[in-house]
């Protein structure tokens, strides 16, 4: 197998065995201005989906099925974002945001997560078909950014003292995304039911202090290896451990046999309400917005 790159697009495992603590440490470039060519956001809305993309690459690399699927998913009411989805399937990576721009024109250039979500929540989906289970928490979109709501949904529904750091930055029109997870789970291995949890152990204070003093600068820093920004956090540790890396990539899902499947299960009065003036039915994929053309008569 030839060896991952640790510098952009790849997220890699990590273990600090004699603190109990494991984690994950991610870097996108190309991947996200994949994701966003497309769609011609403001940058505050691009900085938004690089980073939640980046928390997405995060959390979908704890799934231990290759088959099973993380979709992250914002809720809101009265926000300037109305929706916002994210998904990870075997390190591909895709997602999009609905925003009302004339909004966000009036606030500053950082909007608060506030600002942007309105009364919002943060629904995080972990669904493993292979072994049937499907498991959703939901949090409130509260704090600086989507790290500290990722953050809370630990210590709320997983009740896992958690570190999340996300960042994102655009250099010369390309952008370079970021992101820290460190959990404690002194209980065992990860995905193991813990019996009861300790969140004053003594131990994660002091890895939460040194993974928490990571800087936006190095988490974006695109020549700065994932490996060595671990060592340069934990190099006082016993033992640090990096465990498998994963390349991310953006992909779609979308398949135009599939578009036409559903539009075939349309009744035809409401089919001959979608062509257009071209004679076509034009159905657009909204995470990579490509347009897919359907002859009408191919459906009957
Ligand atoms: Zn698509």
């Given at each position: 197998m030839p060896a991952v790159q640790l510098n952009s697009d790849v997220v890699l495992g990590v273990a600090i065995p004699s603190r109990n603590a494991r984690g994950r440490i991610a870097r996108l470039g190309e991947v996200v201005d994949q994701v966003l060519a497309?769609?011609?956001?403001?940058p505050e809305i691009e900085k938004l989906l690089a980073e939640a993309l980046t928390l997405t690459a995060l959390l979908g690399s704890l799934l231990k099925e290759p088959q099973g699927q993380l979709t992250l998913q914002a809720q809101t009411k009265?926000?300037?974002?109305?929706l916002m989805v994210c998904d990870y399937l075997g390190g591909a990576l895709r997602g999009y945001v609905r925003h009302d721009p004339e909004r966000l024109a009036g606030v500053g250039a950082e909007p608060t997560l506030k600002q942007l979500f309105g009364e919002g929540y943060l629904a995080i989906t972990f669904d493993q078909p292979v072994a049937n289970e499907r498991y959703q928490g939901i949090v409130p979109?509260?704090?600086?950014?989507l790290g500290d709501a990722a953050q809370s949904y630990f210590a709320q529904s997983e009740q896992i003292p958690s570190l999340v750091r996300l960042a994102a930055e655009k250099n010369d029109g390309h952008w370079v995304a970021g992101g820290l997870l460190l959990q404690h789970l002194?209980?065992?291995?990860?995905?193991r039911e813990r019996l009861?949890?300790?969140?004053?152990?003594?131990d994660w204070p002091h890895i939460a202090i040194l993974g928490g003093s990571v800087k936006a600068g190095e988490l974006t820093d695109?020549?700065?290896?994932l490996d060595d920004l671990i060592w340069r956090l934990f190099h006082e540790e016993e033992e640090v451990r990096t465990l498998d890396a994963a390349a991310l990539t953006r992909g779609c899902r979308c398949d135009p046999d599939y578009v036409r499947s559903v539009i075939a299960r349309f009744p035809a009065d409401e089919r001959e309400a979608m062509v257009g003036d071209d004679g076509m039915i034009r159905v657009d994929c909204a995470f990579c917005s490509s347009s897919f053309a359907i002859q009408p008569n191919e459906l009957t």
């Open positions: 497309n769609h011609g956001y403001p009265g926000g300037i974002v109305d979109l509260e704090g600086k950014n002194p209980e065992g291995e990860e995905g009861h949890t300790r969140l004053d152990h003594p695109a020549d700065l290896p």
